[in-house]
């Protein structure tokens, strides 16, 4: 019996798109995945340019469990990057409303002036930064994918 590889190779590639596509199709829930609140718990110097921030933040998470690591983010004003973030890896507990306990550290660039950080603290300067965030997803059974969001503005998230 002679095995046709042309048409193996095109079954096995059917099987795994329809695979691929019925995962996909279950991920539709993790767009529904909100932050329902975010409070400070403390605030503490880390270095001379930066600070640790300890938050409680509130995410309902109707989907599956997914870890987050690499989490990475930068605050721009005007195209300058004022900051840089990174936030400790944690897991998003399946079908969940929880309180999670994080901490995040914020460095201030080198470069970047008492002034332009004073500048902060009022509102229309603060409507025009932008920030870019990134983070690596890995699913429960290991399969991960790196997510980059670009240019949100800071209103957007507070």
Same mark, same amino acid.
């Given at each position: 019996?002679? $095995? &046709? ?7 096995? #590639? ?5 695979? +691929?596509?019925?995962?996909?199709? !279950? ?5 529904? %995945?909100? +932050?329902? #609140? $975010?409070? $400070?718990?403390?605030?503490?110097? &880390?270095?001379?340019?930066? $600070? &640790? ?6 995410? @309902? ?8 690591? /690499?989490? /990475? !983010? #930068?605050?721009?004003?005007? !195209? ?5 973030? *990174?936030?400790?890896?944690? +897991? ?5 409303? /929880?309180?999670?306990?994080?901490? =995040?550290?914020?460095?201030? /660039?080198?470069?970047?002036? %008492? =002034? ?17 965030? #990134?983070?690596? *997803?890995?699913?429960? !059974? ?7 969001? &670009?240019?949100?503005?800071? =209103? @957007?998230?507070?």
């Amino acid at each position: 019996m002679q $095995v &046709n590889v042309k048409k193996l190779v095109h079954k096995l #590639s059917l099987a795994l798109l329809c695979a +691929v596509a019925l995962c996909l199709s !279950g991920c539709g829930d993790i767009r529904e %995945l909100k +932050v329902t #609140s $975010v409070q $400070v718990e403390s605030i503490a110097p &880390n270095g001379l340019r930066g $600070v &640790n921030v300890w938050l409680a933040v509130g995410i @309902d998470n109707p989907a599956f469990q997914v870890s987050l690591s /690499e989490i /990475e !983010g #930068s605050l721009k004003l005007s !195209g300058k990057v004022l900051g840089r973030m *990174a936030m400790d890896p944690f +897991v998003l507990h399946a079908r969940s409303a /929880e309180i999670y306990h994080l901490r =995040t550290t914020l460095n201030i /660039e080198q470069g970047v002036t %008492l =002034t332009e950080m004073l500048a902060l603290t009022d509102m229309e300067t603060l409507n025009k930064c932008m920030v870019d965030v #990134s983070a690596k *997803a890995t699913l429960k !059974g290991g399969v991960s994918k790196y997510l980059k969001f &670009n240019d949100i503005p800071l =209103t @957007d998230l507070l």
